[in-house]
Each structure stands twice: as C-alpha cells, then as structure tokens.
C-alpha cells in the first residue's frame, strides 16, 4: 500500500489478542530483530529485552515488570503532570483521577499516547487463562516495542 501522505504522530498500535483457555502464554519475540524477550531458565524467568522493548506490562504482577530508560523517563513526566493535577489525596479520590490514571483494558492505548507515543509504538496485549486453585483466571500482559528505535542495521 502506497501512501502518499507524509505519516504524522497517528495513533499508537495496540493490538490485542485472546488465547484460549488453558493455553501457555507465547514465547514473546521482538517484531523487529527476533529476539525473545524472556526465558525460562531453572523455573525463572529472565528478562532479555532487546533495544526496541519499551515496556512489559504483567498481568499477574498488575504493574510494569520492565521498562526501558527512555519508557521510564516518559512515565516519571506522565507521573510528575498527573501529581500537578491532581495534588491531593481528594482529588485522587475522585473519578476523573482513576479515568487519568488507569491503564486498565481500553485505557491503556490512551495512557500510551499520554505517555507521548504515536503510530510508532506497537503494543500486543495478549490475554491467556488457566486454572488456579480450582477458579478460572485471566491475565493480560503488554509488550510495547518501539520502531523508532528501529537502526539501519535491523533493515538489513
Ligand atoms: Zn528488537
């Protein structure tokens, strides 16, 4: 597809997918070098980021499990604006806070482009369930990879 039109920020990929039921979540690989991002060594897992992984955002943990330095800095100034609007512990209360803050489900692409991310960013959140402790449970992790990063060498 051929466009003409010079691309501007756009609007961040986020693409989400849904295993099913009771399968493993994938083995993550980087869309632009190959690299996997974790691997499973004596019942860990280790991180392996390559340079294009902006974030892993964990499911299970319920919080951002790596972070690149660039994705730290933006989120320390999208953590630093918020404090500024809302300074308090009231106006931390309220409903405009959790709609500013959450990264949950559906909010998640808008704290990206909060966050200053564009058409650049490819996000996969990739929901996967399984059984514990005798009840159904559903996770979803994220994985951002970054093609601004991209280098001459990964075209190759
Ligand atoms: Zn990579």
């Given at each position: 597809?051929?466009?003409?039109v010079?691309?501007?920020?756009?609007?961040?990929?986020?693409?989400?997918?849904?295993?099913?039921?009771?399968?493993?979540?994938?083995?993550?690989?980087?869309?632009?070098?190959?690299?996997?991002?974790?691997?499973?060594?004596?019942?860990?897992y280790?991180?392996?980021?390559c340079?294009?992984?902006?974030?892993?955002?964990?499911?299970?943990?319920?919080?951002?499990?790596?972070?690149?330095?660039?994705?730290a800095?933006?989120?320390?100034?999208?953590?630093?604006?918020?404090?500024?609007?809302?300074?308090?512990?009231?106006?931390?209360?309220?409903?405009?806070?959790?709609?500013?803050?959450?990264?949950?489900?559906?909010?998640?692409?808008?704290?990206?482009?909060?966050?200053?991310?564009?058409?650049?960013?490819?996000?996969?959140?990739?929901?996967?369930?399984?059984?514990?402790?005798?009840?159904?449970?559903?996770?979803?992790?994220?994985?951002?990879?970054?093609?601004?990063?991209?280098?001459?060498?990964?075209?190759?």
């Amino acid at each position: 597809m051929q466009d003409n039109v010079s691309p501007v920020a756009g609007q961040v990929g986020y693409v989400a997918i849904e295993q099913p039921f009771g399968l493993q979540p994938p083995k993550v690989h980087c869309p632009i070098c190959g690299q996997q991002q974790f691997v499973e060594q004596d019942d860990e897992y280790l991180e392996t980021p390559c340079e294009h992984l902006a974030f892993v955002f964990g499911g299970e943990e319920d919080e951002f499990v790596y972070a690149s330095d660039d994705f730290a800095a933006r989120f320390a100034r999208f953590d630093a604006e918020l404090d500024a609007r809302f300074p308090n512990d009231e106006a931390q209360a309220s409903a405009e806070y959790e709609e500013a803050s959450s990264f949950y489900r559906d909010l998640f692409p808008r704290r990206l482009a909060d966050l200053g991310y564009g058409a650049s960013l490819l996000a996969l959140r990739v929901t996967y369930g399984g059984m514990a402790e005798g009840s159904p449970v559903w996770f979803s992790d994220v994985y951002g990879f970054d093609y601004a990063l991209i280098r001459e060498a990964d075209a190759e």
